[in-house]
């Protein structure tokens, strides 16, 4: 099974403080994206590495980066947080073809 | 830019009642098409997908067809069970597995 594992699982921060995201895959697979779920909406996509490098990034700024390692784990951070960041954030790995992918659980971040 | 509308919820239905949700989209070239489902407390689950114009994804009992001439993915099942209380969300993606999703329907079904 192609499992995606996020930690933690929840989180809280005050507005203001940085926060780190972290993402792994048994996948094998060398992308990873991540998306944020504002509450009662879809997700949006943040960003998607491929091979340690960014390879496309949504409508999110600069505050929000991201690393891959060579082991397949990924990092999601966050800058300066925003009460507006308050969110659950999900990491995917592809898990077959035609661009279907695997989500994790999720970390639930809130900003207080 | 690519976009999927979804109907709004919530969805209020009785056991064993028909389902539809609504879902049309805009993009560019061939995307392929998803539904996904989020139950109470969980993350995001592939429910069943379409790759070309006219397939016909189906699981669980839910089905759904990729209707290129409407933008249309609409997804079906014809006797909701109260297990099937969740969120679906449609969903495609063209290259480079970015997937851009809906807002999302809340589905209650009632015994």
């Known amino acids: 099974e192609t499992g995606v594992t996020q930690s933690p699982t929840h989180l809280i921060k005050t507005r203001g403080q940085q926060v780190t995201l972290r993402c792994s895959s048994q996948?094998?697979?060398?992308?990873v994206s991540w998306y944020q779920q504002a509450l009662g909406q879809g997700p949006q996509f943040i960003f998607q590495y491929y091979r340690e490098e960014e390879n496309g990034r949504g409508n999110f700024p600069p505050r929000f980066s991201g690393l891959q390692f060579p082991n397949y784990s990924s990092e999601l951070n966050v800058n300066a947080l925003e009460l507006d960041d308050s969110a659950l954030y999900l990491c995917?790995?592809?898990?077959?073809?035609?661009?279907?992918?695997?989500f994790g659980p999720g970390t639930r971040l809130t900003v207080l | 830019g690519d976009s999927v509308t979804q109907m709004e919820g919530p969805v209020t239905l009785s056991e064993e009642a028909f389902l539809t949700i609504n879902c049309t989209y805009t993009?560019?070239?061939?995307?392929?098409l998803f539904w996904y489902v989020q139950y109470p407390g969980e993350g995001l689950q592939l429910l069943l997908k379409a790759t070309k114009a006219d397939d016909k994804g189906s699981n669980k009992g839910f089905e759904a067809t990729y209707r290129k001439e409407t933008t249309s993915f609409h997804l079906e099942k014809g006797s909701v069970q109260v297990s099937d209380s969740a969120v679906y969300f449609c969903?495609?993606?063209?290259?480079?597995?970015?997937?851009?999703f809906g807002a999302g329907t809340r589905l209650f079904v009632k015994a």
């Open positions: 993009a560019t070239g061939y995307p392929s």
């Open positions: 969903a495609l993606s063209g290259e480079g597995f970015k997937t851009i």
């Open positions: 996948s094998g697979h060398n992308t």
């Open positions: 995917a790995s592809p898990s077959g073809s035609y661009n279907e992918q695997f």
